[in-house]
C-alpha cells in the first residue's frame, strides 16, 4: 500500500458515482504507488449529498466547493460537474496547490481552456483531463505498436463514435443540448474522446476541415413542457491531416440508431493495420505484413 493521498469529489450525478468506484477499487486492479482516500464530496443538496458520502465512503461532505478545495486533508479534487462549471472550480483549486482531475470536456472554450494550462504552468501542479479511453489496455498496446515502427509509416487514422441517444426526435431536452451548459453538443461530449485519442496515437493537427450538423433543432423540457431550441451540435464529421503527413477521418453522432456506445478507432500503415471496437474492448485486432497478413 502506497502513500495516501485525499480525495475531494465535486459533483455527485452519474460520473460522480462512475469517480468514485474508480477511485475506490484502483488498487485492487493497479500497483499505483498512492492509494486514495475518500475524504469528501461538494455539492447543493445537503440531503443528497449525506445520503451519497455514506453511500461511496466519502468521510465528509460539503454545501459549498470553495471550503472543501480549502480543505488541508485533500490532495485531488475531482471535478464532475457540468460543463460550464469546469474552469472556475479547477481555477480555484489550482491556485490553491491541489491537483485536478477536470471532466471532459477541458472548458467552454479555448479561452477558458488556456486559462486553466497557464494557472497549472505557474503553480505546478497537474492538471489532468479525463480522457479515461487512454488507458484502456487495447489502446495502450495500440500506441506502444504504432511507437516502435510496427505498423510502419502511418497513412490513415479513422474514429467513429456513435450513439443513439438523441435518434428520437422526441428525445427530451437536456442541459447538454444548451450551449449556455454545455458550450458546445456532441462534438465536446463524444468527439472529445476521438480527437484526444487521433492525438494520442497519431501526434498533432496541423489542418482541419469538417462540418457541425443539427436535424433536431427543438426538443421538449420535460419540467416545463415547453418545447425549446437545441443551439449545440447533435454531430459531426471532419477530415485532418496530422503532422507527420497522415491524413484522418473522425466523426461523432448521437443520432445513430441501433449504437449505445460504439468507438471504433483503425489505423493503417506500411507495414499493418489495427483495429479497436469499444465494445468489445479487451480486443485489439493486428495485421502485420510480416506475418503474411497484407
Not at 495500440?142 to 497513412?155: H, P, V, W
Amino acid at each position: 500500500m502506497g502513500r495516501f493521498v485525499g480525495v475531494g469529489l465535486i459533483g455527485h450525478g452519474f460520473m460522480g458515482r462512475a469517480h468514485s468506484l474508480a477511485w475506490r477499487n484502483i488498487t485492487l486492479f493497479t500497483d499505483s504507488p498512492l492509494t486514495p482516500v475518500l475524504k469528501a464530496v461538494a455539492g447543493r443538496s445537503e440531503d443528497a449529498l449525506r445520503g451519497f458520502a455514506a453511500k461511496f465512503g466519502f468521510e465528509r461532505y460539503y454545501t459549498d466547493y470553495r471550503l472543501m478545495i480549502k480543505d488541508p486533508g485533500i490532495d485531488i479534487i475531482d471535478n464532475v460537474t457540468p460543463n460550464y462549471m469546469h474552469a472556475e472550480p479547477t481555477i480555484e483549486a489550482m491556485e490553491a496547490g491541489k491537483h485536478v482531475i477536470v471532466e471532459k470536456p477541458m472548458a467552454m472554450n479555448s479561452r477558458e481552456a488556456y486559462e486553466m494550462v497557464k494557472v497549472a504552468e505557474r503553480t505546478g501542479v497537474i492538471n489532468m483531463v479525463a480522457h479515461n479511453y487512454r488507458f484502456v489496455p487495447a489502446i495502450v498496446l495500440a500506441r506502444q505498436l504504432i511507437g516502435s515502427g510496427s505498423l510502419g509509416r502511418i497513412y490513415h487514422f479513422r474514429a467513429l463514435y456513435l450513439q443513439q441517444s438523441l435518434a428520437n426526435p422526441e428525445a427530451p431536452m437536456t442541459w447538454r443540448l444548451r450551449r449556455e451548459y454545455a458550450g458546445y453538443g456532441t462534438i465536446a461530449d463524444l468527439g472529445s474522446h476521438v480527437i484526444d485519442l487521433a492525438r494520442y496515437l497519431i501526434g498533432e493537427v496541423v489542418s482541419v476541415n469538417g462540418t457541425l450538423y443539427t436535424f433536431n433543432r427543438f426538443r421538449v423540457n420535460q419540467a416545463t413542457g415547453v418545447r425549446e431550441e437545441v443551439n449545440v451540435d447533435e454531430g459531426f464529421t471532419a477530415m485532418l491531416r496530422f503532422e507527420n503527413g497522415a491524413v484522418g477521418l473522425i466523426e461523432a453522432s448521437k443520432l445513430a440508431t441501433g449504437h449505445y456506445n460504439s468507438l471504433i478507432i483503425e489505423v493503417n500503415g506500411s507495414e499493418g493495420s489495427i483495429r479497436f471496437d469499444l465494445e468489445r474492448i479487451n480486443e485489439l485486432e493486428v495485421h502485420l505484413a510480416k506475418d503474411g497478413e497484407l
